[in-house]
């Protein structure tokens, strides 16, 4: 059973720019969730997706947004870069939410702002 | 609101010897407890978890955690340590009263085991 699959793995991009990170859960995982990862803030909530509808979000400026797909895979941009915005993005996946589900993460995606 | 501490930036330990990694959590309803690895450059990887019933958790790789309701911790505990568990570890909470799937994390606990 394949993982949760993040692309790219590794990008640059110049301040201003925007960029789009890909996710496809595992199969059957209908929640989607996306956290950044940065040595100063440690392990964020960015949003979490269920049936295409956002659930949960946390405490990030609107430059973050994601969506959902009808086949639950998600994609997460960020518009006008700064360079603060440079982490490791990792995106989670799970079952609906019943008593206790396993969350599982993908291998993430480095983004790097210059 | 929701709170993990994790009290210890880095353990160190011999191997073979016992290890513990220490967390503590805050949160207004019942909690889901969950530890994770990490190895360099790579995505978070699931230990283990505490939903309900027994105290003692076991999971992977010889991994154990014990919740403890009236200290509100979960510490992350394995017997013999290996020089391969050298990692950082992260503890989770999520409130299992509210919908969704909102992981809040610690900070981090490195774990440097030593041949």
């Known amino acids: 059973k394949a993982g949760v699959t993040q692309t790219p793995r590794y990008l640059i991009k110049t301040r201003g720019q925007q960029v789009t990170l890909s996710c496809s859960p595992i199969s059957g995982h209908r929640s989607v969730s996306w956290y950044q990862q940065t040595p100063g803030q440690g392990l964020q909530f960015l949003f979490e997706?269920?049936?295409?509808?956002?659930?949960n979000k946390g405490n990030f400026p609107g430059r973050f947004s994601g969506r959902q797909f009808s086949n639950s895979r998600s994609e997460m941009n960020v518009s006008t870069l700064e360079l603060g915005d440079s982490a490791l993005y990792l995106c989670a996946s799970s079952l609906p939410r019943d008593s206790g589900n396993t969350i599982y993460f993908g291998e993430g995606s480095w983004l790097t702002v210059v | 609101a929701q709170s993990v501490a994790q009290p210890e930036d880095q353990v160190n330990v011999a191997e073979g010897n016992p290890l513990t990694v220490k967390c503590t959590y805050s949160?207004?309803?019942?909690?889901?407890l969950f530890w994770y690895v990490q190895y360099p450059n790579r995505g978070l990887q699931f230990l283990l978890k505490y939903i309900t019933g027994d105290n003692l958790v076991k999971g992977s790789y010889g991994f154990e955690a014990e919740f403890n309701k009236s200290q509100t911790s979960f510490h992350l505990k394995k017997p013999s340590a290996l020089v391969s568990d050298s990692a950082l570890y992260f503890c989770?909470?999520?409130?299992?009263?509210?919908?969704?799937?909102?992981?809040?994390f610690g900070g981090g606990t490195r774990l440097m085991v030593k041949p």
């Open positions: 997706y269920f049936s295409e509808t956002q659930r």
């Open positions: 989770a909470v999520r409130d299992a009263n509210n919908a969704g799937n909102m992981l809040t």
């Open positions: 949160v207004s309803g019942n909690p889901y």
